[in-house]
Structure formats: C-alpha cells, structure tokens
C-alpha cells in the first residue's frame, strides 16, 4: 500500500509539478513538465465549464493515449528513440494550439469532433515521454504492474487539477472580465505555440 500511493504522488507531482516531502518526489518534481501541461492548455483553452461533459470525453481520450503507451514502454513491449520523442512532444503542442485557429462560433455540437482524436493519437506520444521518469524510478523492479496503475492514476488526478485550472483561468477573464472569448483562445494559443515552438527548436539539434 504504501508503495502504491508513493507511485500514486510521484505520478501526481511529476504532472503538477509540486514538491513533495519524499526525496524521491523532490527528484522527480525537479523535472520540467511544462510540455505536457502546455498541450493540455492547448487542448482545452476552447472550453468553458459548461462543457463539462466534452472536456471528460477529450481528456478520458487522450489518457487511454498516453496509458497504452505508458504501459507498453515500461514493460519493454516497444522501444523508440528518447531524443525523437522528446522532439516530438512540442510538435503534438504546436499543433493542437494551431487547431484552435478554426474555432469562431464555440458551438460543439459534434459527438466525435477531431480533436479527441487527435488527443488520443498524441496521448500516444505522451506517453512514450511519461515512461522515460517512471523507468528511472523503478530500476529493475520486476513486479511493476501495481507502481504502473499507481502511476498513471496519479497523472491522471493531477491532469484533472491542471485542467480545472486553465478552466478557471479562463472563467475569471471570458466570463467575469469580458474578455472577447474568441480574442481570448487566439492569445492564449498564440502564446502556448511560441513556447511549443521555442521547445522544438531547443530540441531539434539532440535529434
């Protein structure tokens, strides 16, 4: 148990990146996860609160992306270049926060739009990227299934923290502020892709 929910803060803290007590939580926290945060940003800065029920299918899609991936890595089912991945990461930002470009009305009214698509196939990605701190972590452990769910149960409740901050974020300036919603998105992806694309460039030369 105790085990488990050390796995369960380390996934936690690595996606939040807050500081932990343990050392092992200091270590991992220490390692930038704005890529990942970023794209999330770039995923859901479209949405308001009210679509609730859209931004659970989109986030439920692109966390069954990054588990298979996850889970396949960690047990040494596929392998891929680091440096490729890692390269990878910001072009999965770049576009995501390009897509928003196409929203003008807000009206969702699509069950399967291509965006949960997209957050599916780049949770692929993700995940691939996810693995590389949990197999730093577990060594040569051979009984790793319960660390891996504790994991990916810990990325998960701290991806469900970061977007109900963008969220709220986005409340204070569209819905108490006034902030035109569409000027909104379009500044908010604009900024999110010069940062993508400053982190692509910054890894382009490792490949």
Do not use: C
Request: hydrophobic share 55%; proline share 2%; no cysteine.
């Amino acid at each position: 148990m105790n085990d488990f929910r050390l796995y369960l803060e380390t996934g936690f803290q690595h996606i939040a990146n807050w500081h932990g007590n343990a050392s092992l939580l200091k270590e991992l926290a220490s390692i930038p996860t704005s890529d990942h945060i970023l794209f999330l940003m770039a995923l859901t800065i479209r949405y308001q609160f009210a679509d609730w029920k859209k931004i659970l299918i989109l986030v439920t899609a692109f966390t069954i992306g990054h588990s298979v991936t996850l889970a396949l890595s960690v047990l040494n089912i596929v392998s891929y270049s680091v440096n490729w991945i890692e390269f990878l990461i910001p072009i999965t930002i770049l576009i995501a926060a390009f897509s928003n470009i196409f929203v003008k009305k807000f009206v969702f009214k699509s069950k399967f739009p291509p965006i949960y698509y997209m957050a599916l196939f780049f949770g692929l990605i993700h995940g691939l990227g996810f693995s590389n701190y949990l197999k730093s972590i577990l060594g040569k452990d051979q009984n790793i299934v319960s660390q891996l769910l504790a994991f990916n149960v810990g990325l998960e409740l701290g991806q469900i923290l970061i977007v109900f901050l963008i969220l709220m974020v986005s409340f204070i300036f569209v819905g108490l502020i006034k902030l035109n919603r569409r000027e909104y998105l379009l500044f908010v992806s604009a900024a999110v892709f010069a940062l993508a694309l400053n982190m692509a460039l910054d890894r382009v030369h490792s490949l």
